[in-house]
């Protein structure tokens, strides 16, 4: 499959950088495509075969009865290089082989879940910079939606994300709860703050609030 997708290439006098960009992909897909070190998708390649006007069968070199489609949509959590174990890191977007280090845009591998890793990424941002109860209730609503979208698939990678939402939904719950406290702490309410406070410990500066409310109080 390396040495068809180059041929055709070359064929067309295209670089890696020129299909890159017609494909919307990194040069460096490209390149390790063809180097034989990073396995196609099957979305990927019915992109190249429009692309380059001929068949998936011709590219991958097998008979269209040894194809099966639904294979490209399996979820691998080893790296197709090495075997080592893939680590994925949802709010960057990327995952990385534990073994050799390299690396890939969950997306350039599993297109179908760009939209849904983007809202989980924006969810993430919201939670990590503001302190408020809109940005709670915003991030709770966006982990909500990604939720719904990766019902719609029965696969891990649908289970994972589905994992890292709930897991950002007790976040904006714990902001949440937070926020309220330091309202309480801010109107001298002290009681009510600590009662608020105790229930997320750790989070953000809510011991050393819980400190000061008890020397006031």
Not at 13 to 37: C, F, I, K
Not at 146 to 155: G, L, M, P, V
């Amino acid at each position: 499959m390396a040495e068809n997708l180059k041929k055709l290439r070359e064929e067309h006098s295209l670089t890696q950088e020129s299909l890159a960009e017609a494909l919307s992909v990194p040069v460096l897909a490209v390149y390790m495509w063809e180097a034989g070190r990073l396995a196609l998708e099957y979305k990927a390649l019915q992109r190249i075969a429009e692309f380059f006007e001929t068949s998936v069968e011709k590219i991958i070199g097998e008979d269209p009865a040894a194809l099966k489609a639904p294979e490209s949509d399996k979820i691998s959590f080893h790296c197709k290089i090495c075997g080592g174990e893939l680590i994925y890191d949802y709010v960057d977007c990327t995952c990385r082989c534990a073994n050799c280090g390299n690396k890939w845009a969950i997306a350039e591998l599993y297109p179908k879940y760009d939209h849904v890793i983007s809202t989980i990424r924006k969810a993430s941002e919201i939670l990590s910079e503001k302190a408020t109860l809109a940005a709670a209730d915003e991030a709770k609503l966006l982990f909500k939606q990604a939720i719904a979208e990766c019902s719609k698939n029965n696969d891990a990678l649908a289970a994972e994300l589905i994992k890292i939402c709930k897991e950002g939904q007790a976040t904006a719950k714990q902001l949440e709860i937070y926020c309220r406290g330091k309202y309480f702490f801010s109107h001298r309410s002290y009681k009510s703050a600590l009662v608020e406070l105790e229930k997320v410990r750790g989070f953000r500066d809510a011991d050393e609030i819980i400190k000061r409310c008890r020397r006031q109080g």
